[in-house]
């Protein structure tokens, strides 16, 4: 389905009973995000929300794509799938082989659906060009700021149009824009974005760099700038594709290489001086729910800001999941899979990305195996495909089970794993926003093989010894005074994993603590232990599992137990993980570790007493509330 504008869009949520419409004022700075952060974490994703009142021109659309339900209407599919399985039927088509004049005829109508696919640039001025501002000010939109140590205020849906110089091919992306003057941002970047290979390509040539960025408009294009798409693939070919309809392109009216949708609700026009000094960047509240941290980035340069007369300014906020994004990733796991399977991972089933991983953090898929080292085969073609590389934790499971059932999927995979031999740990590249990485961009990896093993990948050295049922968490706190917490629940169901709340004093001290759990009686046969901070609730198992994943480097941080058993030469597999904070004095970590991110206590008091006039229902309390206990000081940066 094409949506005429981002206004068609909102319409359309209406209708579906998924839009509250908010007049009271509501303040961008700090209070949209709060109310936001609010119902994005209710049950399903809550509703999307429509600021009328924001102070300036135009009204707010965030939380737009925040479940299941409105992603599928962004999509306009009935389910997600729908899209993968569209997909797949391509490929098969275009890869059966054609014998007779007939196959090669049949042929035909879906080559003419590809073409109606593609972008298509016309002539003359779009609806987003119908005003035009003479002096470009940033400061007359609604942007937010989201959290009380962002650097400033953040344009967080941006979707950031750049050229090859060198090529022409278009790249169309998502990157935060934090706004510092009113007619100047900067561009978020990283090095192992398209953009910035065609930054890199401008500052050999010296030239000035033209850049776009578009707001609004149908909702796809906001997803497919997110895709993580092969270089060579125009994101409006997807969109185009996922619209059924083609995107209709025009020229920006100051940067006239640069080619945006017509029907976009704003333009921001603007170029990147190669030669020109960086800029300090952030704070920013981000997606992982941590801080990331401030660091140098390019100067982005306004010299327009066109948009339609009846313009909304669609936003997000990131933070601690579950927030819109979850849901915009969900739908990147369920599209994407068709292509992995059919030119990748032929054996893949299934693929899942938990919440509490973050998208890159936690990645389970699902296999049919044939052969022993099938799942290494897997991992590594995972490890190098495209954004997957940024992947940290990878699971690995075979059709013996389903992989969106997490009990029984954890089950499965703890009763088919020696953790001395199935977890595979490696190092590659990372995520710039994982803080758990001794260098940044680049840390430890690991894959749990939890598939059946064949004889060849047994090895007799190990015994499977049987797992506790129920452990004595209390007299093992009373021996260990630094353990403030123990969640041993997954032991009767059958999974051999406990959680250990830990407050460090000493350096290797989870190392060390380590090896003395392994030495108790107790624990024999406990195949893994994962250690968090003292301030974790590890009775909260999400919560927990989030903080574990966002804080291990698998590398550096996986300690292997091999225990002697009673039989000569035989032995018990363990491993213990440390997902604690990491410091200089303690972990030699020389780099600044970020706080996660709360509401400060003045905009929360602001929204409590705004509440009733809002129109929302009944009162949400702040979910910041559950984790202000657990930040380090006051600042963004943790003080150690």
Not at 34 to 43: A, G, H, M
Not at 276 to 285: K, R
Not at 603 to 628: C, H, Q, R
Request: net charge negative.
């Amino acid at each position: 389905m094409a949506y005429k504008n981002l206004r068609h869009f909102i319409d359309t949520l209406e209708q579906a009973n998924e839009l509250v419409r908010i007049k009271t004022y509501v303040d961008p700075r700090l209070e949209i995000a709060e109310i936001t952060d609010r119902v994005s974490k209710s049950p399903d994703g809550g509703k999307a929300l429509l600021f009328e009142n924001t102070g300036t021109d135009f009204p707010v659309l965030i939380n737009a794509m925040g479940s299941y339900k409105r992603m599928c209407l962004a999509l306009g599919v009935q389910e997600l799938d729908d899209v993968a399985g569209e997909i797949e039927n391509l490929f098969k088509m275009l890869s059966k082989p054609k014998e007779g004049i007939l196959d090669k005829l049949a042929l035909l109508p879906k080559l003419g659906q590809f073409a109606s696919w593609m972008p298509k640039v016309i002539g003359g001025k779009g609806s987003c060009q119908e005003v035009v501002m003479a002096n470009p000010d940033l400061n007359k939109l609604p942007v937010l700021t989201c959290w009380p140590k962002d650097g400033g205020p953040f344009i967080t849906l941006p979707v950031i149009h750049t050229k090859d110089p060198l090529t022409g091919t278009r790249n169309v992306g998502m990157y935060r824009m934090q706004v510092f003057e009113k007619d100047m941002t900067g561009m978020h970047w990283h090095k192992h974005k398209v953009s910035a290979k065609h930054f890199m390509e401008y500052k050999k040539l010296n030239k000035r760099m033209p850049v776009a960025v578009v707001l609004g408009g149908d909702p796809v294009y906001t997803y497919s700038a997110t895709a993580p798409l092969p270089e060579n693939v125009d994101e409006y070919m997807l969109a185009g594709f996922l619209r059924k309809k083609k995107v209709e392109l025009v020229k920006c009216i100051t940067q006239p290489e640069i080619e945006v949708p017509a029907d976009a609700d704003f333009v921001i026009e603007g170029y990147v001086d190669p030669s020109e000094d960086l800029i300090w960047e952030g704070p920013f509240g981000d997606h992982t729910g941590y801080y990331s941290l401030a660091d140098w980035y390019p100067r982005f340069h306004v010299t327009a800001v066109t948009h339609r007369k009846d313009a909304v300014y669609p936003s997000t906020i990131v933070g601690i999941p579950p927030q819109e994004d979850a849901w915009i990733g969900k739908a990147t796991e369920r599209i994407f899979l068709a292509p992995i399977k059919m030119t990748l991972v032929p054996e893949i089933i299934d693929m899942e990305m938990p919440v509490e991983g973050v998208f890159h953090n936690l990645v389970i898929a699902q296999i049919k195996k044939d052969y022993a080292g099938q799942a290494q085969k897997v991992m590594n073609a995972m490890w190098g495909a495209g954004q997957m590389m940024f992947n940290k934790i990878l699971v690995v499971t075979d059709d013996g089970t389903k992989i969106n059932d997490y009990k029984r999927l954890a089950q499965y995979v703890f009763q088919h794993l020696n953790p001395a031999t199935d977890i595979y740990l490696s190092q590659g590249p990372m995520d710039v926003l994982d803080h758990s990485c001794s260098k940044m961009g680049f840390g430890g990896k690991m894959c749990i093989d939890g598939t059946r093993k064949s004889e060849e990948e047994l090895d007799t050295t190990f015994l499977q010894a049987p797992s506790p049922r129920e452990v004595d968490t209390a007299a093992i706190m009373r021996q260990f005074p630094e353990i403030k917490g123990i969640n041993s629940s997954l032991l009767p169901l059958d999974i051999s994993c406990i959680l250990v709340a830990v407050e460090k004093n000493r350096p290797f001290h989870i190392r060390e603590l380590n090896e003395q759990l392994y030495t108790l009686p107790a624990l024999t046969g406990v195949k893994m232990v994962l250690y968090v901070e003292h301030t974790v609730d590890v009775s909260d198992l999400a919560s927990a599992l989030w903080r574990f994943c966002n804080n291990l480097d698998p590398k550096r941080d996986s300690f292997v137990i091999r225990q002697p058993s009673a039989i000569a030469g035989k032995y018990v597999g363990g491993i213990g993980m440390d997902g604690t904070l990491k410091t200089r004095l303690l972990d030699n970590f020389e780099r600044d570790w970020p706080n996660i991110i709360v509401a400060d206590d003045a905009t929360i008091s602001k929204v409590d007493a705004k509440w009733a006039e809002l129109g929302m229902g009944p009162f949400l309390p702040s979910p910041s509330l559950k984790y202000k206990h657990q930040i380090y000081g006051e600042e963004a940066v943790v003080q150690q």
